[in-house]
């Protein structure tokens, strides 16, 4: 369920010190800002928009094998539609921008073991 997969997310954020580097990233004059999580306007970003901001590639990795949507757009603080590549050139992440560019991934399908009863008599 989605509130159980944003647990997981940050989680996952929180284990991996990308929340931190969220936080931090505002702080770094090679790129341009990344709004701060405690700041009141935030953008209307997805998980996979916030990990190309700050160019974690292996958050980006994580997103997309999980579903994520490459293409979609999504308000910035100043009201620029964006998709995460977009985010990603703007923030000068070209490892993150060329992953976004590539074809998607089929997901890895899981092999169930079944197991068969004999019939009750």
Known sequence: DGASSQ????????AT????AIDGASSNS???AVPRLADQRMPAWTALHWAAAIGNLDLVELLLMHGA???LDAQ???????TPEQVAVEHGHH????RL???AKPARKQLRRTTRFKKLE
């Open 7 to 14: 647990l997981d997310l940050l989680a996952h954020l929180r």
């Open 17 to 20: 010190g990308s929340a931190e």
């Open 30 to 32: 090679s790129s341009p």
């Open 69 to 71: 949507t490459v293409d």
């Open 76 to 82: 910035n603080v100043d009201g620029r539609w964006q």
């Open 95 to 98: 490892a993150v921008v060329a």
């Open 101 to 103: 560019r590539q074809p």
